[in-house]
């Protein structure tokens, strides 16, 4: 299957679009699904130093994991725009066509 994936969020559009790509090709979540999981956000833009933003509903391990190895952590709203807005199209091996749209803008996925 091949992807088309698209984002806006400056500093988050590589995290956002490599969060995609290993939720869709490594741990088989559909398109819709690997654009609504809750996502994380390197910030080097806090004055105190680097922070990880996870949205609320990332796993508690993760978060626990990352607090373990020293990172400094804040757990945001389920559906933060920081996390920037995305869009996937899949293309199935049968060319059949697969949207999603991110809820944390206005988009949707249509085909006609």
Known sequence: MSHVIGCMG???????????????????????????????????ADEAGLQVLVEEGMEAEIVQGLRQRGHRVSVLGPAEEIMGHAQVIAIEPSGALVGAADRRSDGQAVGW
């Open 10 to 44: 400056g500093d988050g559009q590589v995290q956002t679009q490599l969060q995609l790509l290993i939720d869709m090709i490594d741990a088989g979540f559909d398109p819709q699904q690997a654009v609504s999981r809750p996502r994380w956000y390197l910030d080097r």
